[in-house]
């Protein structure tokens, strides 16, 4: 099935003391390259953030305003690309691989969306496939993207879930690399 990737990558990373956590480099691989590996197969790939060198060609775009936050930067997202369904993903998930996002591909069926739980059970929704057509209409319904929560902007969606997996962890501090 055809997909589009969007991949959020514009966050602060405040909790890295700046560092940009995009290009945290894991067994040789920046993580913002692994989840492009990942996302190799899709028809159409957006980075939402600041251009950075990687190791494919992507387009690139920011948020408006830029750090408007992940819905913003889903909202700009969603401007690329016309498949009918879009996988959104962040750049901190370095233990996603390129079968995690057919397994979210192929599972959508008639869910709005489809997606990955990490370790603990807890629903990842930048990691997971969507309709594109229902994440439109979700981002719409809030009307100015910016700083909305996204477990707000997504929850009248019929969304489904992975088994609890490490390719949906997420590294938002150090010790998450520890794990």
Known sequence: MDFDAIVLAGGGSTRFGGVDKAMLVLDGVSFLDRVLMATAAATSTVVVGPARTTYR??????????SGGPVAGLAAGLTYGTAPTVVVVSCDLPWI???????LVDHLDQHDGYGLRDTDGREQQLAAAYRRTALTAAIQRVGDPRDKSVRRTLAG???????PTRAGDDVDTWADLDD
């Open 57 to 66: 060609d992507v387009n690139w775009t920011v948020e408006d305003p830029p």
């Open 157 to 163: 969606l019929d969304l489904a879930w992975t088994a």
């Open 97 to 103: 691989t390129e079968t995690d996002v057919t397994t």
